[in-house]
């Protein structure tokens, strides 16, 4: 393997210090703690993991951690309000509503129900409108996770062709519009493109978000091309266990690429880091004071 390794864990690490200064000078110089209130609906034991490791990090930074823990018979109505009285919460600059949802709340309605300057997971219809005609909005966290790790590598992005593979709301959709708004020609494909690999190897960037395990393969690679895998699947291992794999075969990948996002340790904690930026972003225009550098595009 000769691709250079993308440490998403050490990026991660690095931006949390740089978080946590600007939660430290908001607190001195404002008197502001930003807050975070994250709601989890019902007992399913991944959002679990996800919401236990998103609050302890909150407080890591010094900010403040809501969570709200609700049984999966809640009604929409309950549900409603208490997103409500969150919206109308001076001390919650951003609210996450943990998905997936239990099968009886609609949850278009719910993410729509948050106040968009505080939809810190930028899934609210108003942010993907602001987000898809360049204009400021709250940024999905795993897409601005990965912008990051690609502006670092490369520097300017400007005049690269991005293919992203996958479609999701979540991932392929944004990670396309903000590829497009750092002037790379972009091509979004899927699992029905016709001659997926074909197009692949034209791609100096590839993003794998289209949660099959390692789909993508070393020949459907152009060498030297960036890597970006989104991809988080859990995969029979060989001492009878699981093992966590991306959406890209990485070893025969990384033979080929110039560039490459492990998994684990890649894009994933990324996505809590940029969850922890967007909240200081949120509060940071909710008092009408300067975004910080760096947390944002």
């Known amino acids: 393997m000769n691709a250079h390794v993308l440490d998403g864990k050490a990026f991660a690490a690095k931006l949390r210090i740089t978080i946590a200064d600007h939660v430290a000078a908001l607190q001195a110089g404002h008197g502001i703690v930003p807050g975070l209130a994250v709601v989890l609906v ?42 409500a009285q969150l919206n109308a919460d001076p001390a919650v600059h951003g609210i996450l509503v943990q998905l997936p949802l239990p099968g009886h709340l609609n949850s278009d309605l719910v993410i729509n129900s948050i106040d968009p300057a505080k939809d810190v997971d930028g ?41 992203v593979i996958g479609r ?9 519009q903000l590829l497009l708004g750092d002037s790379c020609t972009v091509t979004i494909a899927h699992s029905r493109t016709a001659d997926l690999p ?37 995969i029979a291992a060989d001492d009878g266990g699981t093992r966590l794999v991306g959406d890209v075969d990485y070893d025969s990948c990384a033979a080929v690429a110039g560039a490459i996002t492990p998994v684990p340790g890649g894009v994933g904690p990324m996505t809590i ?19 910080p550098e760096g947390l944002t595009v």
């Open 42 to 83: 019902g007992e399913d034991p991944a959002s679990q993991v996800y919401v236990r490791s998103k609050g302890k990090m909150t407080v890591e930074v010094g900010m403040r951690s809501f969570e709200h823990r609700l049984p999966d018979t809640t009604s929409e109505a309950d549900l409603l309000a208490l997103i």
């Open 123 to 163: 899934f609210h219809i108003s942010n993907v409108g602001l987000l898809g005609t360049g204009q400021k909005a709250m940024v999905p966290c795993t897409p601005l996770g990965c912008l990051m790790l690609l502006r670092d590598h490369h520097g300017s992005l400007a005049g690269k062709h991005a293919v």
């Open 168 to 176: 999701s709301n979540i991932v392929g959709k944004p990670m396309a």
């Open 198 to 234: 074909a197009m692949v190897r034209q791609a100096d960037i590839v993003v794998a978000a289209v949660g099959r395990p390692q789909m993508v393969q070393g020949d459907w690679i152009k060498p030297g091309a960036t890597v970006i895998d989104v991809g988080i699947n859990r």
């Open 273 to 291: 880091a940029c969850l922890l930026a967007n909240t200081v972003t949120a509060c940071c225009r909710a008092g009408g004071l300067a975004e």
